[in-house]
C-alpha cells in the first residue's frame, strides 16, 4: 500500500430528481510512472493509481483506467444524473493490489 494516499470527494448533499450534479475527486497518490531513477541509479518502480470508478446505488458511472502519464494527485470533475435519493461509490485500484473507496449519500429534497 502506498503511503499517505487519502481521497476526498465532493457530491452535494441533496439534488431534485433527474438533476445533473457536479461531482468533484480527488485521490492524494505519488503516481510514481517507472521512468525516473533513484540516487543510486536503479529504476523506481512503477506505482499509479490504474483505474478510477463511480457507481450510484450499485450502477457504474464512470470508469477509467489511467495510464503512467497521469500526474500527481488524480482530480476528476464530473457530472452524474441523480435519478433517486441514494449513495455514490468512489473506487480507486493501485498497481500494488491496493483499493481505496469512499462514499457519498445524496437525498432527494
Known sequence: MASGVKPRVKVPKT???GEAVTIK???SH????????DKEGNTIPRSIINR???????E???DVAMEPAISTNPYFEFE???PEAGEF???????DGSVYETSKEIAIG
Not at 461509490?89 to 498497481?95: E, L
Open 30 to 37: 505519488q503516481m510514481e510512472s517507472g521512468q525516473r531513477k
Open 60 to 62: 457504474t458511472v464512470l
Open 80 to 82: 452524474a444524473i441523480v
Open 89 to 95: 461509490t468512489f473506487t480507486w485500484h493501485d498497481d
Open 52 to 58: 478510477f470508478t463511480c457507481a450510484f446505488n450499485g
Open 15 to 17: 439534488a431534485s430528481a
Open 25 to 27: 475527486t480527488l485521490i
